[in-house]
Structure formats: C-alpha cells, structure tokens
C-alpha cells in the first residue's frame, strides 16, 4: 500500500473522527474505503456503459419502411 497525505478542514476532521470511532475504525479505513467505492462506483458505470455500447453496436436498428410526412406527423 501506498501512504499519501491529505489536508482537511480541521472541524471536518474532528467530525470524521468521531465516525470513526463510532464505528469502531479509524480516519485512514474510512478513507481506504470510500476511495475503494469510488473506484468500483466508476468501473460499474464504465461497464455498463460498454454494455450499452455493444448492444447498440449489435442491433441493426431497422424501424421499417414507413415514411412519414409533416402532415401525418402534426395531423393537420
């Protein structure tokens, strides 16, 4: 694991602080794991997004042989 630093408000802190210790963990693992949600947020938007792209890249997208004009279209 890499160390890195951070700066923070210091009443953002404190607060953090007291979350932490309310769930019994410290600033550092709250922090691994919302870094770690982050990224897995962002690789299940990327996935899906590849999804998307492949079925739109699969289908032939045919909408058939009507032709619409602007009177059919507004009924006029």
């Known amino acids: 694991m890499k160390n890195i630093t951070l700066t923070v408000d210091e009443d953002v802190l404190e607060k953090v ?6 769930q019994r963990t410290s600033v550092n693992a709250l922090v691994r794991e919302f870094l770690a949600s982050l990224v897995a947020r962002e690789k299940s938007k990327d ?3 590849q999804a998307l792209l492949e079925l739109a890249r699969e289908q032939a997208g045919d909408m ?3 032709k619409w004009n602007r009177e059919a279209l ?3």
């Open 17 to 22: 602080k007291v979350v932490a210790a309310e």
């Open 47 to 49: 996935e899906a997004r």
């Open 64 to 66: 058939g042989v009507q």
């Open 74 to 76: 507004y009924d006029r």
